[in-house]
């Protein structure tokens, strides 16, 4: 899979990297990520990943960009407004770098179509606010053994973490939580959502490229206000309904 002279040059300052170089670029351009949620997450790990070059990209959300999203889903302009999100944030990423493939789902992520859209691609980032989604998310990629990028914000806190097989994400979040609150209910400042995106979309092209050690089985928790991080480690739950022992066989 060559590159081209344009992409030699665009790819540059990752070709130098000594953790990404050469083989790592390949890597990327041969891969393929789902985005589940192209809203306040999903929007700056796209570009991001648009940007590194990862070969296939595919954005799944069925809302239209509204007015209140702009405080922070930079994948979109005024002009969107009324736009479907998977078709405004196709053509903005197709428009960021063409030398790759984006396609939208205006659709939602549900039992009806996870596995179609988990199928054929590698690794699958969910930024999604809604919790039945992202069991459903969780779910399909444990099913079929897709690395999960998992992001959440409010207010002032964010946190990211990766699951691969055991723990999965409900081994952290068994049940939808009672004081389950949403950006709509309490707010949240906008550039935190640039922060967990990108490290979202960080986290991404390590598991691709293999560079450095993913936050697997880890949850990084930031606190804006503070400006202080803290990683936590993330336990298997042998009864666990998606990954546990009596679900999976035993398997570690």
């Known amino acids: 899979m060559a590159f081209t002279d344009l992409e030699i040059e665009r790819y540059a300052r990752h070709l130098v990297l ?11 351009k041969g891969a393929s990520v789902l985005i589940v949620g192209a809203g306040g997450l999903g929007s700056p790990a796209a570009l991001y990943l648009a940007a590194a070059g990862v070969g296939k990209i ?5 809302d239209t960009v509204d007015l209140s999203n702009l405080q922070r889903q930079v994948l979109y302009t005024e002009d969107d407004l009324g736009r ?10 197709a428009a960021l770098n063409p030398h790759i493939f984006v396609a939208g789902f205006p659709g939602a992520f549900d039992a009806s179509t996870a596995d179609e859209l988990c199928r054929d691609v590698d690794l699958v980032l969910d930024g999604t606010d809604d919790f039945g989604v992202r069991f459903c998310v969780n779910a399909a990629c444990v099913r079929h053994g897709k690395p999960l990028v998992s992001g959440a914000i409010g207010r002032w806190t964010g946190q990211v973490g990766v699951f691969a097989g055991q723990p ?29 995106g990108s490290m979202m979309a960080l986290e991404a092209i390590k598991l691709v490229t293999g560079a ?5 089985g880890r949850l990084l928790i ?6 202080e991080t803290r990683t936590v480690r993330v336990g298997a739950d042998p009864e666990c309904p998606v990954c546990g022992d009596q679900v999976c066989g035993g398997a570690a």
Do not use: F, H, N
């Open 18 to 28: 000594r953790e990404v170089g050469g083989p790592g670029q390949q890597k990327l």
């Open 222 to 227: 930031y606190d804006a206000l503070s400006a």
């Open 58 to 62: 595919v954005l799944v959300d069925p």
């Open 168 to 196: 999965c994400y409900r081994c952290l979040v068994p049940e939808t939580p009672p004081e389950a609150e949403t950006c709509v209910a309490v707010g949240v400042v906008g550039a935190l959502a640039g922060v967990i």
């Open 84 to 93: 479907p999100k998977a078709e405004a944030g196709t053509d903005r990423l």
């Open 212 to 216: 450095g050690e993913a936050l697997t």
